[in-house]
Structure formats: structure tokens, C-alpha cells
């Protein structure tokens, strides 16, 4: 069995039950099932896995190659994955334990990690100041709660290079749906690989995501916002429509 698929495979547990908070919470703040609620709350520290699937995995190893420009939001099977293919990757996470046991795990397994950079910051903290460009593959799977997807997809989009792809995980979760949503109509995206409604591969149609005006994108103009804008344009010309008569009589 070779390093890729010995990864897949064993699904190595990186990650604390409740990876995007660190202070001690009540079950009855969660809006989980009440069960799994009780038991990440009393137990945040036991170890799981929150890996993506096994074919997201596979399509990463198939899209990038040794010396790919590649950064990810989170961190886990997937840091193991850019490594393994030699990528010169960069894995944003906050936590230190889960670094520690990613690094452990690959020096057991014989898995090079001199090309994977870890940045030990939140997410929104490091990319606003991070000075990579022209990456060829950005996976966005860090912190889920709103709006962290879009301030991440925000301060990566345009150090994607053009044809570069991006990844989103979590599709199905509101804080990632509405990005998945505008991203499946905007122009600057084109949808390569849907898997399952749950990860999403985009690729990057041009140079530059946010040299764009609002009326530019689809996702903006919907029937309700031009109806409303339609209404407001009419109401303001017939106020000035009185105005002008008012002043010719």
C-alpha cells in the first residue's frame, strides 16, 4: 500500500471534537442534536477525524503535482495528501495539537512534510497579510461558522492564478451553501466537480475576483433586488418630475 492510499485508509484521528472554540460550553449554546451536544461539551478533547471524503482526497492527488503552489484552511488528512504529492503547501490552522499530531503520524509513516508550511494563526488573522500568489489549488475547510468561509474564500480568491481551483468543503452547512450558491452562477467560477452537494471544485475563470462591481454579478442580480431598484428609480423620477412641473407652472 502506497502513502496516499495507506492515509485514506486508516483516516488518522487529528482532530479535537470541537475544533473552533477553545473555552468550556454548555450543551443547551449548541444547536446540535441535544446527545451530540452533551458529548463534545463534556468531552472537547476527544480525538476524531473531520477529514474530507476519500474521492475529494483522490481528486486533490490527481489535480496537483511535485512543486504545485497550494494553501488549505484547516488542517488534516488533506495537509498529509499536498505533502505526499510534494506540493509547496501552506495548512492554516490554530491549533497546535493538531499540528503536532499531523507531524507526529507522518514521521511514523515516513511521510516528507519539508515542503507544508504550518501557520499556527486563525484563518482571519494570517490571509489578510499573506503574501502567496498564484496558487494552483486552494481548499477552504477551517472554521464553519458564519462568516468565516467567505472571509476565507474573500482573502484567497485572488491569489488563485487564473485556470487555478478552488475547493470548498461543507457545501451542505448555511455559512458554505451561501458562497457555493453564488459561486455556481458568478462567471469568474465555473463548477468542475460536485461531490455529492458536500465538496465542491471550482475553477478560477479569470485574473481577478474583486475587480467587479456589484451589477456584474448574477448571484447580486436577482428578480427581487432589480424589482426593488426598478420601483425606487421610478418613484425618484416622478418626484422630480413634479418638482420640474411645479416649477414651469
Known amino acids: 500500500m502506497d502513502q496516499l492510499q495507506q492515509v485514506i485508509a486508516e483516516r ?34 476527544a480525538l476524531t477525524c473531520y477529514g474530507i471524503d476519500a474521492d475529494v482526497l483522490a481528486f486533490i492527488a490527481a489535480t496537483i503535482g511535485e512543486g504545485s503552489r497550494t494553501l488549505e484552511t484547516g488542517a488534516g488528512l488533506s495537509t498529509l495528501v ?16 493538531e ?20 501557520v499556527p494563526e486563525s484563518s482571519d488573522h494570517y490571509l489578510p497579510r499573506c503574501a502567496t500568489e498564484a496558487l494552483d489549488l486552494v481548499l ?3 472554521k464553519h461558522a458564519f462568516p468565516w468561509p467567505i ?16 475547493v470548498i468543503d461543507d457545501a451542505q452547512m448555511r455559512s458554505v451553501e451561501v458562497l457555493a450558491e453564488f459561486m455556481r452562477v458568478d462567471p469568474g467560477w ?9 465538496t465542491l471544485a ?11 462591481a456589484w451589477h456584474m454579478q448574477p448571484w447580486t442580480i436577482t428578480p427581487s433586488t432589480e424589482s426593488a431598484s426598478g420601483t425606487n428609480f421610478l418613484r ?11 416649477r414651469q407652472g
Open 99 to 118: 499540528i503536532k499530531r499531523i507531524k507526529e503520524y507522518a514521521n511514523q509513516r515516513g511521510i516528507t512534510l519539508d515542503t507544508v508550511q504550518f
Open 202 to 212: 471550482f475553477r478560477k475563470n479569470r485574473d481577478s475576483i474583486h475587480d467587479v
Open 12 to 45: 488518522p484521528k487529528f482532530h479535537r471534537s470541537e475544533t473552533e472554540i477553545e473555552r468550556p460550553f454548555e450543551p443547551s449554546e449548541s444547536l446540535r442534536p441535544s446527545q451530540t451536544a452533551k458529548r463534545v461539551a463534556t468531552a472537547p478533547n
Open 190 to 198: 465555473q463548477l468542475i466537480h460536485d461531490f455529492s452537494g458536500k
Open 140 to 142: 477552504l475547510d477551517g
Open 151 to 166: 472571509v476565507d474564500w474573500f482573502f484567497t480568491a485572488d491569489k488563485l492564478r487564473r485556470g487555478g481551483v478552488m
Open 82 to 97: 499536498f505533502a505526499i504529492r510534494r506540493a509547496v503547501h501552506i495548512a492554516v490552522t490554530p491549533s497546535w495539537s
Open 236 to 246: 425618484r423620477l416622478g418626484r422630480r418630475l413634479k418638482k420640474l412641473m411645479a
